[in-house]
């Protein structure tokens, strides 16, 4: 397993972890959002029916007083309106039956409210009330509405008791249920979270210790001891980078016994050279993997680890510098970064691009040429300012990406424009499947592939590309949408 994949395993624990914890309270809000529902939905509105019905109930019988005080006419529209109020709230708690014994409570009340109903209306069949009939209508009233009113209110009484009761009962559900979720879900972050540092904990051990072997090998080797042999114990970037500094130590001890300086001297920059090449891949990979470890992980670490962390990450990146610094200075030494500036005419470039992809193109099936709109501008442009073969090795890098992935019948095509601001716009269009936005801002990157589209490149490509035009004093960029192609673009200044 790779230090890259062992560092992503214990992210992939992580969160994996988290979204444990995060699962586990979202079960619990949802198991408290139902108990709260059935306490809002199922018994607020029976307690809300019964609150009206019961203040209905109250006015009808006020209504009768009035009617017996002599005002007939507005004892009997008190009663009605209300009348339609206790029967509009009947009919709601009808339909919102959730509780037992609920049902057998409005059975009663409906039907007795019915009776009240009718009784009501015996009194009130006498349009005026004089002495006889108010006596008569009292003495109903005495003996048979006002019992009922009785019962019926006591009944409506029972329904809210009960609702309230139900309520109460649940408001205590929900409160232990709250409780649980607030338990579990610290149980469970806990338990997660001692998880998480041990595996953290783990891991760092694994990485820094081989590291921290590097740094004393480095230690005696710089004092040196070219004698010292470090033992390849994985099979990862620490284990390509033990095989490659033990070659490096071997190296160095037949230098050390040599006597013919300029043998020592030569073979010393070929062996500088291709030590730093056969370095920077396990470097780098394990750079990107301590960064995002400093990044994302490093909180998660006790002091003691954090420390760790930081002498593997200072001295990994030292240990980069200083490969890159080798390079450099080999290349520097056998002239290859040195640019010969000239007078280039941008259809000379294409012209001899298109020469160069002729045969791959026509096997592939892909036509590469010049958008006829801009064939008559591309003429009359001023000549640029740059190194021939640099700009040429760029155009064929571009070229060679783009028919990589264009299909049978895809086209390339090769614009240039004047900027107006004494620079010129060289473009390669395609028609490809394009590269996601998520690549865009780092296609140029070192070791940097749009996944799901690899080549099979080493991912530098374009980062060289980069690299020559800043030596140009230009900038290079890329314009694309998925399905429908890219446009790679980059700026040459004009000669003057």
Request: glycine share 6%; aromatic share 8%.
């Amino acid at each position: 397993m790779t230090l890259r994949k062992k560092i992503l395993l214990g992210y992939g624990v992580s969160f994996a972890l988290m979204g444990f914890v995060v699962s586990w309270g979202i079960i619990n809000l949802i198991s408290l959002g139902k108990t709260s529902n059935e306490i809002l939905q199922e018994n607020y509105k029976s307690i809300l029916s019964a609150h009206n019905m019961l203040n209905s109930l109250e006015r009808q019988d006020s209504a009768m007083l009035i009617t017996f005080l002599g005002d007939n006419k507005l004892g009997i529209t008190q009663f009605r309106e209300n009348d339609a109020n206790f029967l509009e709230w009947l009919t709601r708690a009808k339909g919102n039956i959730t509780i037992k014994g609920e049902s057998e409570l409005l059975y009663f009340i409906e039907t007795n409210y019915q009776s009240y109903r009718q009784l009501y209306s015996k009194i009130t069949e006498l349009k005026e009330i004089d002495t006889s009939s108010l006596a008569e209508s009292l003495n109903i009233y005495k003996n048979s509405v006002y019992p009922l009113f009785l019962q019926i209110r006591d009944k409506v009484t029972q329904l809210l008791k009960l609702n309230e009761k139900t309520m109460y009962e649940a408001s205590i559900k929900a409160e232990k249920v709250a409780v649980h979720a607030i338990l579990s879900t610290l149980f469970v972050a806990a338990l997660s979270f001692i998880i998480a540092l041990s595996f953290s904990l783990f891991i760092s051990e694994r990485i820094t210790n081989p590291i921290n072997k590097f740094i004393d090998a480095s230690r005696e080797v710089s004092s040196g001891n070219y004698e010292v042999e470090l033992p390849i114990q994985t099979h990862d970037e620490l284990g390509s980078l033990a095989e490659e500094f033990n070659k490096m130590a071997l190296q160095l001890k037949h230098y050390q016994k040599m006597s013919i300086n300029k043998e020592v001297e030569r073979m010393k920059n070929e062996f500088i050279m291709a030590l730093s090449h056969e370095l920077k891949t396990p470097l780098t990979s394990m750079g990107m993997s301590i960064d995002l470890l400093m990044e994302h992980g490093v909180h998660s670490l006790d002091k003691r680890d954090q420390e760790l962390l930081q002498v593997t990450y200072d001295e990994i990146h030292r240990m980069k510098t200083l490969v890159n610094d080798l390079l450099e200075l080999s290349k520097s030494e056998s002239g290859k970064i040195s640019l010969e500036f000239e007078r280039v005419p941008i259809n000379t470039l294409f012209e001899h691009v298109l020469t160069i992809f002729k045969g791959q193109s026509e096997i592939k099936h892909v036509t590469i040429t010049t958008l006829p709109q801009f064939a008559k501008e591309m003429k009359i442009l001023p000549n640029v300012r740059a190194d021939a073969n640099k700009i040429t090795w760029v155009l064929s890098n571009l070229i060679s990406n783009a028919l990589r992935y264009v299909g049978d019948g895809g086209i390339i095509e090769l614009m240039a424009a004047n900027r107006g601001d004494g620079n010129i716009n060289i473009s390669v269009r395609d028609n490809g499947p394009g590269i996601p936005n998520e690549y865009q801002t780092k296609i140029f990157q070192k070791f940097i592939q749009v996944k799901g589209q690899s080549s099979g490149g080493s991912g530098l490509g374009l980062a060289i590309c980069k690299e020559i035009i800043n030596a140009h004093s230009g900038t290079i960029w890329v314009e694309s949408e998925v399905g429908k192609g890219s446009v790679f673009t980059f700026t040459l200044p004009i000669y003057n």
